[in-house]
């Protein structure tokens, strides 16, 4: 008899339950978890729902490719990326003139809004913009960041600096942006 | 008195509750800074009103629908990886034996000869491997076809393994837990630059159900014999990896068909807990499955501790192997047409060293790392 010999088993005793039960995939929890968070940083640098959701969508796609979901660190890659990546968009003159003029009217804010204000608002988000892409990288991230709803922890998390000193950067950036604005705008 | 800096009275603007309680207090208590922090609170809402866009409410599910179907796409597009073309190359008449029969029968051969708990709701550790050995099989019995039959429901806890090629050598250390193995000296025709490969650790649960089996049976016109009843609804638990693969010779271009040289990889060897069936149910039902070659199923049954011992199958006339006893160590040495490779446990953990060299240099090789 095979099992009749002298052989002692390591015994683990474990629920069954924790063995049956459904286990959403680690890609997928990220995804949905994240995604709001990553379309919103791209989003708030460059002002437009397509572009935001392409960058987004490039940026899990690079992530899929390259980090594993179960990582420490995954939360703040993404944020990071898509800061970074949109930040890229917004230097590229090219892309920003095509957006621009696409973009120049919404078209989904209700159509009861004063078309003058319209047009004015969306030359005042050009304007931003422009002086954004004219800031430091890491100046116009921690802006972008911040200015999304991320945490000051996240924010630490995804540029990699102190917690502590996420208060400091963020008001010299506000500052430089102020700026740069200004000088834009008296040119 | 030191007043509030401008960092901490911006952090307060946004994150009031994270500050520290005297510096909360501080600020209550003085005029100058709360007059800073008034200024720095105007300068915020000022730069919101700058950076504000249109309110935008994405839709996650649609999103992870698109690029998932671009994960799909890429994935179909990928060029095969090196390990990937390498087997292709090198083993093509070993191919047949992954076939999921034999891959049940392995589960099979790993739980014969073990005492189960009968007790419903609780896993046994029934194996752990401490030595392996050659387990030759026939080319010519195993079956040309595979037979894809579903014996139940597998999952993955978490989920399935995934293998990724890494660059740096820390960074494959730090993914697999698994320490670099470095020879003492490299055989001549074996140099350049080193490729990683990480393997992550994983579970997985299968759950026999004889329903499953019997329309997958029908689907494929494969005639089974029934599921015994003390095996439908049991589970088998296995857990493998992490890995760790080291690969010389691969430096040339993506897509350029490569073999490597050398090869060491390792692995903490797997391990399998049961419920329900016991080891002797499990054992005749399995190797009685289509698929399974009937000279590989006798020399299972053969194996003295099958709880403790990893069988590797090595197809008759393709490899010859050999067993070298050094420093108290049982190497399997396996010599193939293409070149030679030596596998062994320690410590829990497989180990391998294969590429094209002759089995001494393989040995060398494997009895030199640290």
Same mark, same amino acid.
């Not at chain 1, 008899?1 to 286990?23: E, G, I, K, N, Q």
């Not at chain 1, 949109?86 to 003139?97: Q, S, T, Y």
């Not at chain 1, 209700?110 to 078309?115: E, T």
């Not at chain 2, 990928?78 to 292709?88: A, G, K, S, T, V």
């Given at each position: 008899?095979?099992?009749?010999?002298?052989? /002692?088993?390591?015994?683990?005793?474990?629920?069954?339950?924790?063995?049956?039960?459904?286990?959403?995939?680690?890609?997928?929890?990220?995804?949905?978890?994240?995604?709001?968070?990553?379309?919103?940083?791209?989003?708030?640098?460059?002002?437009?729902?397509?572009?935001?959701?392409?960058?987004?969508?490039?940026?899990?796609?690079?992530?899929?490719?390259?980090?594993?979901?179960?990582?420490?660190?995954?939360?703040?890659?993404?944020?990071?990326?898509?800061?970074?990546?949109?930040?890229?968009?917004?230097?590229?003159?090219?892309?920003?003139?095509? /957006?621009?003029?696409?973009?120049?009217?919404?078209?989904?804010?209700?159509?009861?809004?004063?078309?003058?204000?319209?047009?004015?608002?969306?030359?005042?988000?050009?304007?931003?913009?422009?002086?954004?892409?004219?800031?430091?990288?890491?100046?116009?991230?921690?802006?972008?960041?911040?200015?999304?709803?991320?945490?000051?922890?996240?924010?630490?998390?995804?540029?990699?600096?102190?917690?502590?000193?996420?208060?400091?950067?963020?008001?010299?950036?506000?500052?430089?942006?102020?700026?740069?604005?200004?000088?834009?705008?008296?040119? | 008195?030191?007043?509030?800096?401008?960092?901490?009275?911006?952090? $307060?603007?946004?994150?009031?509750? #994270?500050?520290?309680? =005297?510096?909360?207090?501080?600020?209550?208590?003085?005029?100058?800074?709360?007059?800073?922090? &008034?200024?720095? #609170?105007?300068?915020?809402?000022?730069?919101?009103?700058?950076?504000?866009?249109?309110?935008?409410?994405?839709?996650?599910?649609?999103? +992870?629908?698109?690029?998932?179907?671009?994960?799909?796409?890429?994935?179909?597009?990928?060029?095969?990886?090196?390990?990937?073309?390498? $087997?292709?190359?090198?083993?093509?008449?070993?191919?047949?034996?992954? *076939?999921?029969?034999?891959?049940?029968?392995? #589960?099979?051969?790993?739980?014969?000869?073990?005492?189960?708990?009968? =007790?419903?709701?609780?896993?046994?550790?029934?194996?752990?491997?401490?030595?392996?050995? =050659?387990?030759?099989?026939?080319?010519?019995?195993?079956?040309?076809? &595979?037979?894809? +039959?579903?014996?139940?429901?597998?999952?993955?806890?978490?989920?399935?393994?995934?293998?990724?090629?890494?660059?740096?050598?820390?960074?494959?250390?730090?993914?697999?837990?698994?320490?670099?193995?470095?020879?003492?000296?490299?055989?001549?025709?074996?140099?350049?630059?080193?490729?990683?490969?990480?393997?992550?650790?994983?579970?997985?649960?299968?759950?026999?159900?004889?329903?499953?089996?019997?329309?997958?049976?029908?689907?494929?016109?494969?005639?089974?014999?029934?599921?015994?009843?003390?095996?439908?609804?049991?589970?088998?638990?296995?857990?493998?990896?992490?890995?760790?693969?080291?690969?010389?010779? +691969?430096?040339?271009?993506?897509?350029? *068909?490569?073999?490597? *040289?050398?090869? $060491?990889?390792?692995?903490?060897?797997?391990?399998?807990?049961?419920?329900?069936?016991? &080891?002797?149910?499990?054992?005749?039902?399995?190797?009685?499955?289509?698929?399974?070659?009937?000279?590989?199923?006798?020399?299972?049954?053969?194996?003295?501790?099958?709880?403790? *011992?990893?069988?590797?199958?090595?197809?008759?006339?393709? =490899?010859?192997?050999?067993?070298?006893?050094?420093?108290? $160590?049982?190497?399997?040495?396996?010599?193939?047409?293409?070149?030679?490779?030596?596998?062994?446990?320690? &410590?829990?953990?497989?180990?391998?060293?294969?590429?094209?060299?002759?089995?001494?240099?393989?040995?060398?090789?494997?009895?030199?790392?640290?």
């Amino acid at each position: 008899m095979l099992y009749a010999r002298a052989w /002692r088993p390591m015994v683990v005793r474990v629920p069954l339950s924790a063995a049956s039960r459904p286990v959403p995939d680690p890609f997928e929890r990220l995804f949905l978890q994240e995604y709001p968070k990553v379309v919103a940083i791209a989003y708030r640098v460059l002002a437009d729902r397509s572009a935001a959701e392409d960058v987004a969508q490039e940026v899990f796609m690079k992530f899929h490719r390259s980090v594993s979901p179960d990582s420490e660190q995954a939360s703040g890659w993404l944020h990071a990326a898509a800061v970074h990546s949109a930040l890229n968009v917004i230097r590229g003159e090219r892309r920003r003139a095509r /957006r621009e003029s696409t973009h120049a009217l919404d078209p989904s804010t209700p159509a009861a809004v004063d078309p003058q204000h319209l047009v004015e608002a969306a030359e005042q988000r050009r304007e931003v913009r422009r002086a954004l892409s004219h800031l430091p990288e890491r100046t116009a991230a921690i802006l972008m960041l911040r200015y999304s709803g991320l945490s000051y922890a996240e924010v630490a998390t995804a540029l990699r600096i102190r917690v502590g000193n996420v208060g400091t950067l963020l008001r010299r950036a506000e500052g430089a942006l102020r700026k740069e604005v200004n000088r834009a705008t008296s040119d | 008195m030191r007043h509030l800096t401008d960092g901490t009275l911006r952090r $307060i603007v946004d994150e009031p509750l #994270a500050v520290t309680a =005297a510096d909360q207090a501080h600020l209550h208590g003085c005029l100058e800074c709360k007059s800073r922090s &008034n200024g720095i #609170a105007g300068d915020a809402r000022a730069t919101a009103t700058m950076l504000m866009v249109p309110a935008f409410d994405p839709d996650p599910a649609r999103a +992870l629908i698109a690029v998932q179907a671009r994960i799909t796409r890429d994935e179909a597009a990928r060029p095969r990886r090196w390990y990937e073309r390498w $087997i292709d190359r090198s083993t093509p008449r070993l191919r047949p034996l992954a *076939t999921p029969a034999i891959a049940v029968v392995l #589960a099979a051969v790993l739980i014969s000869g073990v005492a189960v708990s009968g =007790a419903a709701g609780q896993l046994v550790r029934i194996f752990q491997p401490s030595t392996i050995v =050659a387990v030759p099989v026939s080319p010519s019995s195993v079956p040309g076809r &595979n037979v894809l +039959l579903d014996y139940g429901q597998v999952k993955w806890l978490p989920e399935a393994p995934n293998a990724q090629p890494v660059t740096d050598p820390a960074r494959a250390h730090e993914l697999s837990g698994l320490p670099l193995l470095v020879p003492a000296s490299l055989p001549s025709g074996v140099s350049g630059p080193v490729s990683y490969g990480v393997v992550s650790h994983a579970t997985g649960s299968l759950t026999f159900d004889a329903a499953r089996l019997k329309a997958s049976a029908a689907k494929a016109g494969v005639r089974v014999s029934p599921m015994p009843a003390a095996i439908d609804g049991s589970t088998l638990i296995v857990s493998g990896g992490p890995a760790l693969i080291e690969a010389w010779g +691969l430096s040339g271009a993506e897509g350029q *068909t490569q073999v490597p *040289t050398l090869v $060491i990889a390792q692995t903490r060897v797997p391990t399998v807990d049961s419920s329900g069936a016991t &080891n002797a149910q499990l054992e005749d039902y399995l190797l009685s499955q289509p698929g399974v070659p009937p000279d590989f199923a006798a020399q299972v049954k053969a194996i003295k501790d099958p709880s403790t *011992t990893l069988p590797i199958p090595i197809p008759k006339g393709f =490899a010859t192997t050999e067993t070298k006893t050094v420093n108290g $160590i049982q190497y399997l040495v396996i010599k193939t047409a293409l070149g030679a490779g030596v596998v062994w446990v320690k &410590n829990g953990v497989i180990y391998a060293v294969g590429g094209q060299l002759t089995p001494d240099q393989v040995l060398a090789i494997a009895t030199s790392l640290h």
